[in-house]
């Protein structure tokens, strides 16, 4: 199976998944989209109501803005793909529950391992802790680095810096490094497999950043 079919077959899997409670309260699920053949790939935190309407992800005022930060390093949103690590919108826009990030991740893998992206952009603390589990968002933010061969580049999601305009330029300089990691990323290829992610090692630490980011998706 190519990747367009592989993609195709996930997001009908998506559409009509039960696997948790969250298809109680969907309208739409929201697969993802983008290229098959990107090199860049974002992964969110789950939609938010324009999406849940949609169907689509990164349609409301965080994807306005995710799409300014893309136009200031050069780069269109129909180049890269662009999903979350929940598929379908939490209630009330409520942070993922463990169980619905268990649910679909075997459709984020699947995803991932079809498109083969050089590089993701985490966006948020939830799809971070997926490549970085003990990581602290407001330590790594903006730094690439290497985690089984793939280099991840964590960020702040961009709902947090309409709900804390404080980190805003944050995100934005954040953003203003990802021409240098995706070059980086394309140079060295998946050579660095055996890297750790920084603090993978280290006791969890007590969680951050409590805005609900997922309420102006």
């Known amino acids: 199976m190519n990747t367009m079919d592989t993609l195709a077959e996930v997001a009908a899997q998506v559409k009509v998944c039960e696997k948790c409670a969250l298809h109680f309260?969907?309208?739409?699920?929201?697969?993802?989209e983008g290229p098959a053949d990107s090199e860049i790939m974002f992964i969110g935190e789950g939609p938010g109501f324009y999406e849940n309407e949609q169907g689509r992800p990164f349609v409301g005022q965080a994807g306005k803005f995710l799409e300014e930060l893309l136009a200031e390093v050069n780069l269109k949103r129909e180049q890269v793909f662009i999903t979350n690590v929940v598929k379908c919108r939490p209630p009330g826009n409520r942070d993922p529950l463990p169980e619905e990030l268990t649910a679909c991740n075997g459709y984020l893998e699947r995803q991932i391992e079809a498109i083969d992206p050089c590089i993701i952009v985490t966006l948020g603390r939830y799809s971070m802790a997926k490549f970085m589990p003990f990581a602290r968002i407001?330590?790594?933010?903006?730094?690439a680095t290497w985690v089984n061969g793939r280099l991840i580049v964590p960020?702040?999601?961009?709902?947090?810096?309409?709900?804390?305009?404080?980190?805003?330029?944050?995100?934005?300089q954040d953003f203003k490094k990802l021409p240098a990691a995706i070059e980086q990323a394309r140079k060295d290829g998946h050579k660095k497999a055996d890297q750790e992610a920084p603090d993978t090692r280290q006791e969890p630490k007590p969680p951050e950043d409590t805005s609900q980011q997922l309420s102006l998706f």
């Not at 309260?25 to 993802?32: H, I, L, M, Y």
């Not at 407001?138 to 730094?143: D, I, K, L, P, T």
């Open 155 to 172: 960020m702040y999601h961009p709902a947090a810096a309409l709900h804390q305009p404080s980190l805003k330029t944050t995100v934005v």
């Open 25 to 32: 309260s969907r309208k739409n699920a929201v697969p993802g």
């Open 138 to 143: 407001s330590e790594v933010h903006g730094r």
